[in-house]
């Protein structure tokens, strides 16, 4: 059983379409983030959820929104999307959102805007 | 500010020389916890090591060791008797305090190993 995983893993799609990318953990965990890695590998945090509550707001474009439905799914929703917005995505949780919190990811949703 | 530097873009070796990965880090915060990751050319993130502010103690699993050092703020990562199974990118980590996990990444050391 994949502990965090991700849906699709690979989105191709024109400019100005919006996309959703989907994201389940079967951890048990209360903590659930996404994390963007762009064309150089650099990772950086885009938002995180506790406990359905939205605890992270990095400065994140707003055609960008996460959705938590319950503790075990977040959905990233993309509005308008650009070219800039091609990227992987990762999701991930942690038991908890502190800081001793080990994060487990997802294999990422590789998502590319023609 | 929080920052992680990873100053090797990219370290090509030979199989079974061993190699160190250098992290350096910057925060203010006295609770902090630091991160090794793994990213092998298929793409998933897989969690090698976090070790806390409070615990200099270095470590050793198996082939892999770290070295955590506060005076010099670093967090180094050696691999010892490299393998090809080893090539992959690198990712040292700092979770920022304020009490929410906020893992901030440093740019990644690409790591290949030649048979």
């Known amino acids: 059983d994949t502990a965090v995983s991700q849906t699709p893993k690979y989105l191709v799609t024109q400019m100005g379409n919006d996309k959703s990318i989907k994201c389940e953990q079967n951890l048990g965990h209360d903590t659930m983030y996404w994390y963007k890695q762009d064309s150089k590998k650099f990772l950086k945090i885009m938002f995180s959820y506790n406990n359905k509550e939205l605890i992270i707001n990095e400065t994140v474009p707003n055609r960008f929104s996460p959705k938590s439905p319950d503790k075990a799914h977040l959905n990233l929703h993309i509005n308008s999307l650009e070219l800039g917005d091609s990227a992987v995505y990762f999701c991930?949780?942690?038991?908890?959102?502190?800081?001793?919190?080990?994060?487990?990811f997802g294999e990422g949703s590789r998502l590319t805007v023609l | 500010a929080q920052k992680v530097t990873q100053a090797q873009t990219e370290i090509s070796v030979v199989e079974k020389e061993d190699v160190t990965l250098d992290c350096v880090y910057e925060t203010r915060d006295t609770t902090y916890y630091l991160f090794w990751y793994k990213q092998p050319p298929s793409g998933e993130l897989v969690f090698l090591i976090r070790?806390?502010?409070?615990?200099?103690q270095n470590e050793i699993s198996g082939r892999y060791s770290w070295n955590f050092q506060k005076s010099t703020s670093s967090f180094n990562f050696t691999i010892t008797a490299s393998q090809v199974v080893d090539s992959a990118v690198y990712f040292c980590a700092l979770s920022e305090g304020g009490g929410y996990n906020k893992l901030i990444f440093g740019a990644g050391t690409r790591l290949a190993v030649h048979p």
């Open positions: 991930a949780s942690s038991k908890t959102g502190t800081l001793t919190g080990e994060l487990f």
């Open positions: 070790r806390n502010s409070f615990d200099e």
